[in-house]
């Protein structure tokens, strides 16, 4: 019923910058958070950033100041920019959505299928 298609990931340099997106389809009524979540090889999923309905953002302490999570709601898009990246954030980036959906209406969360950030001289 809901889709989400994750682009932008890639392999960069130590202190290089990266654009991932995020957009949400399907029988879509109202896109509540959006949010990325990361997890590099033999440790947890952890959240990353994520953005409220009305704005307001999180941030994992070790990307604060460095990334900067937005939405673009006409598009139901969630982007995240991520520069000064570093050996550590090396890492599949997930998408997720909370979101509601219609036929039938009911609340959802949905996960991408991963994007693979590589930070590597």
């Known amino acids: 019923q809901v889709q989400l298609v994750e682009s932008g990931g890639g392999l960069v340099q130590p202190g290089g910058s990266l654009r991932l997106s995020c957009a949400a389809s399907g029988n879509i009524f109202r896109i509540n958070v959006m949010g990325w979540y990361r997890q590099a090889p033999g440790k947890q999923r952890e959240l990353v950033a994520k953005i409220g309905s009305g704005g307001s953002t999180n941030y994992a302490d070790s990307v604060e100041g460095r990334f900067t999570i937005s939405r673009d709601n006409a598009k139901n898009t969630v982007y995240l920019q991520m520069n000064s990246l570093q050996p550590e954030d090396t890492a599949v980036y997930y998408c997720?959505?909370?979101?509601?959906?219609?036929?039938?209406?009911?609340?959802?969360?949905?996960w991408g299928q991963g994007t693979l950030v590589t930070v590597s001289s």
């Open positions: 997720n959505v909370d979101l509601w959906v219609t036929h039938p209406y009911r609340s959802l969360e949905v």
